[in-house]
């Protein structure tokens, strides 16, 4: 992409910040609003997914999807300075659960493998993936189909299929990540808030939340569009169990609502700062 002379920012990432202020200014529907030039999509047909991997090429492609990502978690671990702060509260989590983050990159949901690694025993780490993330091209689109990915469609059958596939998961004992957030707003530093699925499935099927929030510090050193290079820290806080004397919908609301206090919290502690919306700006979006 060409960059902004004057500035010496990417051009593009200047654009994604501006449709991050005026969203933010915005508020309500807008926090769940796309920022990035995504291209079209379509709905996901039931039969151009295989969310269980039965069949064989899947099984192929997930293959070679994890050894690609077991690189990448290497290289952007050293990259980003990946650190786990509050593991002792993934630990303690014997049956599946589902793990929520806040999303701001294409790589911090390396950050939350890592995290996810620290439980007792060896887990499988599923994606929850926006639709339009399955027509990608090239190896990010491979990698988006094939590695442990759920992608979300507004096909009415294809989404049963992805329920029962997450009842699956779950059953199994493993992880599914979650973004309540929605949209991926780059090095977007604040909470926002959240949509409900997560917290129903993890209602309706009785496993628990585990809420991560990923801060960011910078290296002091400048990205090739830039902007400051940044390192992760991944918190990961005490998990969230529904009460079995609510209902489905009771124990998502208030699962939902003590998610985004503790992640609130997170964000004034680490950043030293009152949470406020309607003042983000290109002088603000690295002011830490």
Known sequence: ???????????????????IRQNEIEGGESFFNDVEPDPPSRPILPDEVDYLNKKFSSKIKTFFALIIE????KIFKKKFDITVVGEENIKGIEAGAIITSNHFAPTENLAVKI????APRKRKLFKVVRE????MKGIIGFLLKNCRTLPLSSNVHTTKLLDNAVETILKNGDFILIYPEQ????????????RIGAYHFAAKYKVPIVPCFVTLSKKGTTGKNGFPDVNYTIHVMQPLYPDPQKTIR????IM?????RMCKEKYEEIYKTPLTYGDYSLDTAFDF
């Open 1 to 19: 992409m060409k960059k902004e002379k004057s500035l010496g920012y990417d051009k593009g990432r200047l654009e994604v910040i501006e449709r």
């Open 70 to 73: 077991k690189i990448c978690e």
């Open 115 to 118: 995290a996810a690694g620290k």
């Open 132 to 135: 339009g993330n399955f027509f």
């Open 183 to 194: 949209a991926m707003w780059w090095n977007y530093r604040k909470p926002r808030p959240y």
């Open 250 to 253: 009771e124990n998502a609301e």
């Open 256 to 260: 939902r609502a003590e998610n985004a």
